[in-house]
């Protein structure tokens, strides 16, 4: 039977033999050789025979130690799967490796040469370009005879044959172990080759299930609180709670696969060419400069549920490795979790409260991945930017990294931030729906079938923009110049590692603002959101569009801020053509406006750049209700409000450097013609009112006029029901509903103006910086500090708005 399946196999695989010398390094051999393949497998020895006929080398099949043994070929398979899906992998010593060792027992004379020999079905996955041949290309999961058959049939053309160093059996036998324990020993020193040979043709095995649940399940830490649980919950056994800390581990670890890395990354070339006219990748050099020794942390905002893919695909196309992403546990639906695990999800549930060998179980998963080198990615904002706004962090993740490091610093830690900008969202209508009023959709097999409607629009192009690296190592030495010195666990956290977190997450947020890219879609919605029904003249439009333009030129942000090259014209028709806006021709002038719908959509890419024009925009407001206004004045009430939006906003600019900050920005505006004066005379005057100047700085102050608002609204609320007479919750409550009826009243159409979460934030703020302070019932207390900020948001806001919103609060 071998014999008919040697001829068979003979007439379609073509077999290369590795390393080239093979054949010359047993030609001398006086030893009798012994080929030890990886896996019984009878189509593997039937191409070790031919390529050792070939060659012209020792045969597999023929008979070894006839002397010494009857009927004993010169190979063997170290192990075999077994079950009815050969899903289970014997480990045991083979029979023949036992019967080797007791004939060199018997015969101190003997000894024979064990010599590695590894099959490999097809070219290595990242070499692989053809999507069949790729699926069945060799990986590190046994796969079954079915799978095996279609491998041969369109991988058998390259196959390559490995052989290992050849290793003397009786150098590796040790004088006081019997031959069970020699051989379990042996047996473990040949898996350790073969590993190597197939690390040096896969890559790493990255597939966690088989590596790394195990090694965390044998963690101290993991029977520590399993011993834990077992006195605290007496009906529990420890082999129960064994089993469940093994679900955990299954439910969160990732199922890491080159080859479906690779397919994916054909597929997903094709979806973008569909979906999108482009994606831009900025500052990737950043990537080249800190991959070499360094645990890479990917700390991107998330915009969408095609950030995982957008990222991954964009790392790997430039050659490096796939991060392990965490995602949430309501993302691992059928089916799809699956092709998730495989892409290096792993997944992690909301909330750790109250399930200690859980979070023990998720931490050793972290650690063991950061200690074996792999590349992580998790969003610190928790989910998805429903506002277009970064959301408030979350320290979890962050927290876990650092502290895994600080107890095994094994490569030093660079977290790399990561900024997404849009053109058009795919989950946008969701979006407004949400913030609306509507129930979050639960993520489903069905809504995820919905959204792949929409697919079929035109989203323009994405930008993918790399900020500025954080050197862990730098920022603890901050905190413990002495660290590497001392010894951290869970007994052992001190004090300021909390500190340290809030520092780094603050740092993150801002390095991802200050990476931001102003594409013709963003620049579109800050100008015509800026108007009362989101229309202007096409030519007001166009010089619009260039003071924008101008200003983030004169004011820079940062220095790997991008801003679009397309002029005013290619910008306008830019957002005609992806149909954000639309053209009325009239024969005074065209008119260029946005739909209803359109409008809501475009806050969300509004606020997305919104903290670059900050500070100009500040500044402009000054000069709504003050055609004349001091150096001072416009200091005082920037430094009054700039806390408050630069923690919102997450700008760069510390508050000491806020003067020089605003100095230079009034200097810019009047060179640009906005405002008129000097640092000289101490005061700036707005242009005269029907001037095109005075028309483009009050487009510029709408920019976060409705900021200050929101902000002045809750103020006034707070001030009406006085001092020690409201709980934060109801100020919260009576502020969402308020602003939802400023909109309903003034049009606003942005239901971002009563997001809760952003009033929480504010006041939430107010506390933290004295301004008001919680009383023993729980009610906000408040003195004249309260009031001179109300008294200087009345200076910027202009009487009519401050008539709407006194109106609304008192009605």
């Known amino acids: 039977m071998q014999g008919l399946l040697r001829r068979v196999l003979a007439l379609w695989v073509r077999a290369t033999l590795r390393p080239e010398d093979a054949a010359a390094r047993l030609a001398g051999r006086s030893l009798p050789v012994c080929y030890v393949l990886e896996l019984r497998s009878p189509i593997d020895l039937a191409v070790l025979q031919n ?103 369109f991988n058998g053309r390259n196959t390559t044959v490995q052989l290992g160093d050849s290793m003397s059996l009786r150098s590796l036998l040790e004088v006081d172990a019997d031959t069970a324990l020699g051989g379990r020993r ?79 990354s054909l597929a997903l070339r094709s979806l973008w060419n569909r979906l999108y006219d482009g994606i831009e990748f900025q500052h990737v050099d950043t990537l080249q400069q800190v991959a070499e020794g360094n645990e890479i942390v990917y700390v991107p905002c998330h915009r969408s549920h095609m950030d ?41 549930r909301r909330s750790f409260r109250g399930n ?106 994405v930008h993918v923009n790399f900020g500025e690296p954080i050197h862990l190592d730098a920022l603890v030495d901050c905190y413990a110049p002495d660290w590497r010195d001392r010894v951290f666990d869970d007994q052992n956290r001190p004090p300021w590692v909390g500190a340290l ?70 910008v306008v028709n830019y957002g005609l053509a992806l149909k954000t806006i639309t053209r009325e021709r009239h024969r005074a002038g065209d ?18 750049v919104l903290h670059l024009f900050a500070i100009p925009s500040l500044i402009a407001c000054c000069f709504l209700a003050n055609a004349v206004m001091r150096t001072e004045d416009v200091q005082r009430l920037a430094g009054r409000i700039y806390p408050y939006v630069a923690a919102e906003l997450f700008m760069r600019w510390p508050e000491e450097e806020l003067g020089g900050i605003v100095a230079s920005a009034l200097a810019s505006l009047a060179a640009l013609g906005l405002l008129e004066g000097s640092e000289a005379t101490q005061l700036w005057q707005r242009p005269a009112p029907t001037s095109e100047a005075a028309m483009q700085l009050s487009l510029l102050a709408q920019a976060t006029i409705q900021t200050i608002e929101r902000y002045y609204l809750a103020i006034a609320l707070l001030v009406r029901a006085g001092s020690g007479e409201i709980t934060q919750t109801l100020l919260e409550e009576r502020c969402q509903v308020m ?54 948001a009345q200076l910027v806001l202009s009487e009519q708005i401050r008539h709407s919103i006194l109106q609304v609060t008192h009605g």
């Open 51 to 153: 390529v050792c006929v070939r060659e012209r080398l020792p045969r597999p099949g023929r008979r070894l130690l006839a002397r010494q043994l009857r009927n004993v070929r010169s190979s063997f398979a170290l192990t075999q799967s077994v079950g009815m899906w050969r899903s289970r992998v014997d480990r045991r010593p083979p029979a023949l490796l036992l019967s080797l060792i007791e004939a060199l027992r018997r015969d101190p004379g003997l000894d024979v040469s064990l010599v590695p020999a590894a099959v490999y079905w097809g070219r290595a996955p990242s070499k692989e370009r053809s999507l069949i041949r790729l699926l069945l290309s060799e990986d590190w999961v046994i796969g079954s005879r079915v799978r095996r058959f279609f491998t041969v049939l």
């Open 186 to 264: 042996i047996a473990r020193q040949l898996r350790a080759q073969f590993g190597r040979l197939r690390t040096a043709r896969l890559g790493p095995d990255l597939s966690h299930r088989r590596t790394i649940v195990a090694e965390v399940l044998r963690t101290r830490a993991v029977r520590a609180a399993v011993a834990q649980e077992v006195r605290e919950k007496d009906k529990r056994t420890r082999r129960a709670l064994l089993l469940e800390a093994r679900r955990y581990a299954n439910e969160i670890a990732a199922n890491y696969s080159p080859v479906f890395i690779t397919f994916m």
């Open 308 to 348: 995982y893919l957008l990222l991954s695909y964009a790392i790997y196309e430039r050659g490096y490795a796939v991060p392990h992403i965490a995602a949430g546990l309501n993302l691992n639906l059928p089916i799809v979790g699956r092709f998730l695990r495989k892409g290096g999800a792993f997944f992690i």
């Open 356 to 461: 200690s060998l859980y979070t023990v179980v998720f931490m050793k998963y972290l650690a063991a991945m950061m200690a074996r080198g792999h590349s992580i990615e998790y969003f610190i904002e928790g989910g998805r930017s429903r506002t277009g706004r970064l959301r408030p962090s979350m320290t979890g993740m962050l927290s876990m990294t650092v502290r895994s490091y600080l107890r095994e610093p094994r490569r030093p830690v660079v977290f790399l931030p990561v900024y997404f900008g849009y053109e058009r969202i795919v989950e946008g209508p969701t979006y407004i729906g949400e913030l609306s009023g509507q129930p979050k959709e639960k993520e489903s097999i069905f809504g995820l079938l919905r959204t792949l409607r929409r697919l079929r629009h035109r989203f323009g192009s």
């Open 501 to 570: 977190v809030d520092e780094l997450a603050l740092s993150i947020m801002r390095h991802i603002n200050s990476a931001a890219t102003v594409s013709p879609i963003n620049l579109l919605a800050l100008v015509l959101l800026a108007t009362p029904r989101q229309s202007m003249l096409e030519s007001d439009l166009l010089r619009q569009v260039e003071t924008m333009k101008a200003v983030l030129a004169a004011i820079p942000y940062g220095d790997r801020v991008m801003v679009t090259l397309q002029s005013a014209a290619e």
């Open 591 to 608: 008119i260029v406006r946005m739909s209803p719908e359109q409008a809501v959509l475009a806050t969300y890419y509004r606020n997305n």
């Open 739 to 792: 602003a939802q009826r400023m909109t309903m009243l003034y049009g606003f159409n942005s239901p971002e103006f009563f997001d809760p979460s952003l009033f929480e934030n504010f006041i939430d703020l107010l506390r933290a910086r004295g301004v008001v302070r919680t009383g023993e019932s729980g009610r906000l207390l408040f003195d004249d500090v309260l009031i001179r900020v109300a008294a200087d």
